[in-house]
């Protein structure tokens, strides 16, 4: 239960039943933002109680409780801070937790806490001193961006009732609740002492914290229940009294315990060490938790339009993480409980028939499932393949097709030239990756309906993958203007995927694992690159916990990259490296997860590979074998069936299978399709410690995807930059070895014939190119790319590094007349806390009219506007006259960036050197060698 509560792991030893949307756990620090864990091992101190799960509970606020009697209730006038208040001290001697159950000794007031939970009402008992004064205080903590409104209302003697409403740019999803006492409040109070009014409503950046005296009495236990809805005030209350009526805490956890042996024995594991088992069925139990019911006792909730629903053949469930995390999870659930897992795809797909744009990248508030809705096509396909959920096919496509009429910018880029520019977006490799994924899937889902046309098209788009993959490099590399995206800095401003690192996520294309291959350079060459990412020791490596040399697990598709040897004929390091990452990077300590399990990422993950199993990504259905964790393991699939996993040793136990046989028969293949799993059966596994080469080895023996299309990538681009003064050399290639490339030139509107390319061309005037390839009478998407003639205003010789590097940036830098759109493009330069120190060279004393400096900060990513910037001139570059401070107007908001224009005029200054110097606040200490970083896209001089 304590698994990965210490470090970056943001487990909570909770009180929950399986899938339950309640989850009654201690906060020991404020929690922020999603990531931010609200307990953690090494705190000493308890704030309180809460009750919803992790990015729920910041997403849209939550109730806090905490207990307190005697002098305690005296002093919190003295604690104005929200989470300060009703802080008590612990210690795990005094703490116990099992699933559906957790107890902790509160200190120095000896108050015994103990909690539980059904699927959408909490129960706390806390036990005082025979005769003492009982008190609770009752907190309302701010939802997301802390706008929107609280409400705390008085109904009775032992309940109160209220919401939180998150003022969000999306619909919204108020969390309602009830809660009630088994003892009468005899009087409500603020924490500052004043009486409490009936009924409080008040902004949601406030908060509500007060405070709840009982009567004295000779029972030294106060039991609350508390319940949530979606719906209303009314549909808690509903909850409440089904799902929890009487007072009897301990048939409450009798009950919640009962419900995870049931749930937890769905697999079963034999021999193995106790330490093995442990981390086996906590991450187990993680996996069960991630995912909880949104609606009601009576079937209603309230959905992404706002709207208030009823699921009538169903249950409505969310899962409670990070989107993306559905790839291991619902492998997993697909197996241990298909009728669950049906309705949590036609969830799915119920939030998309809802929505209705599913191509929108909306905060998760109003996307229960996925900031990008299209990532539920997945889990509609997978449904399909494997007969969950009754899925109406035809419907589910008319879904899909619905969302994606209403395009966000980069899919439009994705659609017009076959990739996701990086001008757009700074993930923009992952998301043409994801695209391309989801639209292999959308393909699919035709086929199900014989709907030809829309299977041809998005076939082709899910081909759009071949555009960012550089086969000189054989990388996937971001693109921009026509060419590739030459990333100079290397802040988390120049990143370019989602939840990976660049290089892990440069093996997913899961619908086309032959086709990577092939572009690879065959399966030797794909062997080696793996090799690279695992266990090639370097320079480069991060040498952080949680790597193997540069892989990073606990990236959200990083994690299906061991299995990908056995699609190169090389199962056995397969092998090698599920069972080096099981054996080195969990463990059953509090510290025993190494990066964030939100969403039970890391435990599916585990789970799965522990089986000897693992699925490379929904649709893909069938599960590639690993090394299995124990000697024998059995899961009943669907609660219908037995499949069995047995692991015999040699003498010299290893990871390593030497042979293989299922129902009694050798089995040479390095995969098990879902229907022979759900058909039930014993595998059998000789493990040793030397590896097997030649076991599944043969072409036959792997598994494979393929695209159903050949495409003909779009050609590449290449120029020195995107402004010269003189002249320009522009080449164009295509990016394979068959394509032959036309072009088109386009100067002052006028377009010149298609030009079949056969030397690079020289521009001398501003202009526009389109280009594209042609193969056997096929041609693929236009690229097109613009350059600008631009007379330097000077050189620039930068007198501190920046962040990139001057070897990366040249002498025209921030001086090209080129404006950036989005910070981590090549116009950007970027500089760390030491800041930005220039001098531009106009080549000749000049009058300098005016000087600027523009610059642009990320808003998702974070980064940093500089808050001192001034100039210094000099005739001579030795001798420069006082800094004169640039002024900066208030920063102009754009899609996901902001910019900021800091300007001086001039009166009479007469100059050949300009010294521009820019920096972000220093530290106290005056430190110039840490803090934020900033980007620069030009300095403007205005000379004669």
């Known amino acids: 239960m304590f698994i990965g509560t210490k470090g970056k792991g943001g487990t909570s030893p909770s009180a929950s039943v399986p899938y339950g949307l309640v989850q009654v756990g201690a906060v020991t620090r404020p929690y922020r933002q999603p990531g931010d864990p609200f307990y953690h091992f090494d705190d000493a101190n308890m704030i309180g109680f809460r009750h919803l799960p992790g990015v729920e509970r910041f997403l849209f606020g939550d109730v806090v409780i905490s207990p307190m009697t005697g002098e305690g209730i005296k002093d919190l006038s003295s604690s104005p801070s929200l989470f300060v208040a009703g802080k008590h001290s612990f210690t795990h001697d005094d703490e116990r937790a099992s699933p559906g159950y957790y107890r902790v000794l509160l200190r120095p007031c000896s108050i015994t806490a103990e909690l539980t939970a059904t699927q959408r009402t909490g129960m706390h008992r806390y036990t005082f001193h025979a005769g003492e004064e009982k008190g609770l205080i009752v907190q309302l903590t701010p939802p997301f961006g802390e706008d929107g409104l609280l409400e705390l209302l008085v109904t009775g003697p032992r309940e109160i009732c209220g919401f939180c409403r998150p003022a969000l740019a999306s619909p919204k999803r108020d969390v309602y609740f009830v809660v009630r006492f088994s003892l009468p409040v005899i009087r409500w109070r603020t924490v500052g002492g004043e009486a409490m009014p009936a009924r409080l409503v008040v902004p949601a950046r406030n908060g509500i914290r007060v405070v709840a005296l009982f009567e004295r009495s000779d029972d030294p236990r106060l039991t609350v229940k508390i319940a949530f809805s979606s719906v209303g005030i009314e549909g808690a209350r509903a909850n409440l009294d089904n799902e929890n009526p009487m007072w009897d805490f301990d048939a409450v956890r009798d009950g919640a315990e009962t419900a995870w042996r049931s749930e937890l024995s769905t697999i079963l594991v034999g ?27 009576d079937g209603r909730f309230r959905g992404t339009d706002g709207a208030v629903h009823r699921a009538s053949d169903m249950t409505f469930y969310v899962p409670g993480g990070k989107w993306k995390t559905y790839r291991l999870l619902h492998a997993l659930l697909s197996m241990t409980d298909r009728n669950r897992a049906g309705d949590i795809v036609r969830s799915a797909l119920e ?32 449904a399909l393949r494997k007969d969950i959920g009754g899925i109406d096919a035809c419907r589910a496509l008319d879904i899909i097709l619905s969302c994606l009429e209403r395009k966000d910018a980069a899919y439009g880029s994705y659609v017009r030239h076959g990739y996701v520019s990086s001008e757009l977006d700074r993930t923009s490799i992952s998301r043409t990756l994801d695209f391309a994924y989801n639209d292999w899937c959308t393909a699919r889902v035709a086929e199900f309906c014989g709907r030809e046309d829309v299977r041809k098209h998005y076939d082709r788009q899910a081909q759009f993958w071949r555009n960012l993959y550089d086969l000189r490099t054989a990388s996937f590399r971001p693109r921009v203007n026509g060419g590739w995206h030459h990333v100079r800095h290397h802040c988390c401003l120049s990143r370019q995927s989602e939840g990976s690192d660049l290089e892990p996520y440069s093996f997913f294309v899961p619908h086309d694992v032959a086709g990577l291959i092939r572009v690879s350079g065959g399966p030797a060459a794909f062997v080696e690159k793996l090799d690279r990412i695992f266990w090639t020791k370097s320079s480069e490596s991060r040498g952080k916990r949680g790597d193997i040399d540069r892989f990073a697990q606990g990236g959200h598709c990083d994690r299906f990259t061991p299995y990908l040897y056995s699609f190169a004929g090389a199962p056995w390091k397969t092998q090698a490296t599920v069972r080096q990452i099981l054996d080195s990077l969990y463990s059953a300590s509090p510290a ?74 050798p089995w040479a293949k390095s995969w098990f399709s879902y229907d022979e799993i759900r058909g039930g059966g014993t595998v059998s596994f000789a493990l040793e410690a030397e590896p097997n080469a030649a076991w599944a080895a043969s072409p036959s023996s792997c598994p494979s995807t393929s695209a159903a299309m050949d495409l003909v990538p779009c050609p590449v681009i290449h120029a020195r930059a995107r402004s010269f003064s003189d002249s320009l050399l522009v080449e164009i290639e295509p990016l394979d070895d068959t394509s032959v490339v036309r072009y088109t030139i386009e100067e002052k509107g006028r377009i010149s014939e298609p030009l079949v390319y056969r030397s690079p061309v020289i521009i001398r005037k501003s202009a526009r190119l389109s280009a594209v390839a042609v193969r056997d009478g096929r041609e693929s998407l236009p690229v097109r790319a613009e350059f600008s003639r631009h007379e330097p205003v000077g050189t620039v010789r930068f007198e501190r590094q920046p962040w990139c590097g001057t070897e990366n940036v040249g002498t025209n830098a921030l001086v090209d007349g080129v404006f950036a759109d989005r910070p981590w493009q090549e116009e950007c330069v970027c500089f760390d806390a030491g800041g930005l120190d220039a001098v531009i060279d106009l080549g000749l004393i000049r009058k300098v009219e005016s000087v600027a400096l523009s610059c642009l900060r990320d808003i998702q990513a974070g980064g940093s506007l500089p808050q001192y910037v001034a100039c210094s001139f000099s005739e001579n570059g030795t001798d420069f006259t006082a800094e004169e401070p640039l002024r900066g107007g208030l920063p102009k908001q754009g899609p996901g960036m902001e910019r900021q224009v800091f300007r001086k005029s001039m009166g009479r200054m007469y100059a050949r050197f300009i010294r521009v110097r820019a920096r972000c606040a220093l530290s106290q200490a005056g430190d110039e060698n840490g803090g934020p970083c900033f980007c620069a896209d030009e300095i403007m001089v205005h000379a004669r």
């Open 351 to 382: 939030e998309m028939e809802e929505f209705r744009t599913g191509m929108r990248r909306s905060h998760p508030a109003a996307s229960g499932f996925f900031a990008d809705l299209y990532d539920a096509v997945p889990l509609v396909l997978d």
């Open 271 to 297: 021999g193995g060490t106790r330490e093995r088992r442990t981390v086996f069925y906590s991450a187990f139990f993680r996996c069960l938790n991630a995912v909880h019911v949104l609606s009601d006792i």
């Open 592 to 665: 025993g997860l190494f990066a964030s399990d939100e969403g039970a990422g890391l435990s599916s993950w585990l789970v799965l590979s522990a089986l000897g199993l693992c699925q490379l990504a929904p649709g893909v259905s069938d599960y590639i074998i690993g090394s299995p964790f124990f000697p024998r393991t059995t899961v009943r699939v669907g609660r219908e069936t037995d499949f069995e996993v047995r692991a015999e040793t040699g003498a010299v136990p290893g990871p390593f299978i030497r042979a293989a046989a299922f129902r009694g028969k």
